[in-house]
């Protein structure tokens, strides 16, 4: 008997990014920040995971990146979205308890809120 694995996306993937159409060549190609347009380097640079985008005339994949400033204040965006964090009210970590998003957000700033 095998036992099957499941692989957990890390917390940054579920962070929102702008729409494709609001950003620049640059931010579209991971050289500068999606939120800020912030030009990026080694030490600053976070990667948000592959997304899948639909556009007209099929999906593609997009590679977006962000700066540890903005990844560190994008989670909280979660808490205006969510039905369960907005009806709530309350912050991002009085929220983790009653939604799985805010409690795998939590996890990213308390991984990237030190740097």
Known sequence: MTRQQT????PVTLLPIPDLA???VQQMRGTACVWCSAPL???TVVDLGARRVQLSDGIIS???RACTICTQAAPNLHVQMCDLCSGKGGT???NAEVCGIARTLRRLLLEYGGR
Not at 7 to 10: D, V
């Open 92 to 94: 991002l970590v009085e």
């Open 7 to 10: 692989t957990r996306k890390p």
């Open 22 to 24: 609001d950003l620049s």
């Open 62 to 64: 997009v590679f977006p």
């Open 41 to 43: 380097n080694a030490e």
